[in-house]
């Protein structure tokens, strides 16, 4: 197992909160990882959806739920309440109570109600759920921190054996939401990227601001937006640790940093979280990392939202989803 892997479930052991999973009467990998995870004990894991649907998943399959929490519209007192509110919520939208209810009854949604009230600490989905499909109710229903502009999201890849090291861990933003943010957006974004950073990485977030310049070497005004990024991020948030404008080797490999770099830099060659400058760059470098480095993807978040709300990949495999599932659970102490 991979020493991140490992530090994501001693901490989430450690902080032992409450994650609701809504995707797991859909599929049954899904529903493994839930039971793998309850047996473990490292944090109470709350189904959200039908009892009926789990129970009859279950059977299929051959998995022991036993003792383990679902959370039914149908068995939930408060379930009204919640439609209520929700209406009052979205009355823009001039929902009749008929279709209120049709989407609170939709597990993703119910969740994120469960995040609304305190009833669990986090959301992880995203193997039956589109990106779409949870973005639209967790902006919805837990809205947006105070002060932040757009959502965005965060991804935590990591690799054993690489030429530059071994076990590396890498936070990056944004690859699957901006398609190509303002530089005050892309500043927003490293700021977001780096205080998540904190909760999640078991060492100082190095955040880089990526480019295909390193320092000047290139003029041309995607350059610019970066630097005007950077300038921004450097100027809100001084107690950060922010720099660029990098090409991405110069971030990661000390050997390139040390050949490139004409100045002083606490960043270069050592950065764990990278800042894409828009989400063409960052899905397709992202993903070449993955493939081409044999990396994992572990966790994935969305940022700017008044909760924890993952959204991992519909590919995923039970030990993905596991390792997901610990990592919406590490978290949880910034709500302390």
């Known amino acids: 197992m991979h020493p991140y892997i490992e530090f994501l479930i ?16 859909f599929d049954e990998r899904v529903l493994e990882a839930c039971v793998r995870v309850h047996k473990a004990g490292w944090l109470d894991v709350v189904m959200v959806g039908s009892r009926a649907e789990y129970e009859k998943m279950a059977s299929k399959f051959g998995f022991d739920i036993t003792g383990m929490t679902i959370v039914d519209p149908d068995e939930t007192d408060e379930f009204a309440d919640y439609c209520k509110e929700y209406g009052v919520m979205r009355a823009k939208e001039n929902l009749t109570p008929e279709q209120i209810e049709a989407v609170l009854r939709e597990p993703v949604a119910l969740a994120m109600m469960l995040v609304k009230h305190g009833k669990v600490d986090g959301v992880c989905s995203g193997v039956y759920y589109s990106t ?7 902006i919805k229903i837990l809205g947006l921190q105070k002060g932040v502009s757009k959502m965005t999201a965060l991804g935590v890849m990591i690799f054993e054996d690489t030429p530059i090291g071994k076990n590396l861990v890498y936070c990056a933003a944004d690859g699957t939401i901006l398609p190509n943010p303002t ?64 090409q991405l080797d110069t971030a990661i490999s000390p050997r390139v940093a040390e050949k490139k770099m004409k100045r002083p830099s606490e960043v270069a060659g050592k950065a764990n979280v990278l800042i894409w400058p828009d989400l063409q760059a960052g899905n397709m470098v992202g993903k070449g990392m993955m493939i081409m480095g044999s990396g994992m993807l572990v966790g994935a978040t969305f940022l700017g939202l008044n909760g924890f709300v993952n959204d991992h990949s519909r590919g995923a495999t039970v030990d993905e989803i596991v390792t997901n599932i610990a990592f919406v659970g590490a978290q949880i102490e910034e709500n302390k």
Not at 13 to 24: I, R, T
């Open 10 to 25: 001693d901490k989430a052991s450690k902080l032992h909160g409450k994650v609701a999973v809504p995707d797991g009467q």
């Open 132 to 138: 779409a499909d949870v973005a639209r109710p967790a």
């Open 183 to 246: 530089a005050e957006e892309l500043a927003e974004i490293a700021i977001l990227a780096t205080d998540k950073a904190k909760a999640i990485l078991p060492t100082e977030p190095l955040t880089a601001m990526l480019s295909f310049s390193t320092c000047g070497s290139a003029k041309h005004e995607m350059v610019d937006k970066v630097t005007t990024a950077l300038k921004i991020a450097n100027e809100k948030r001084p107690d950060l640790k922010i720099d660029g404008e990098f």
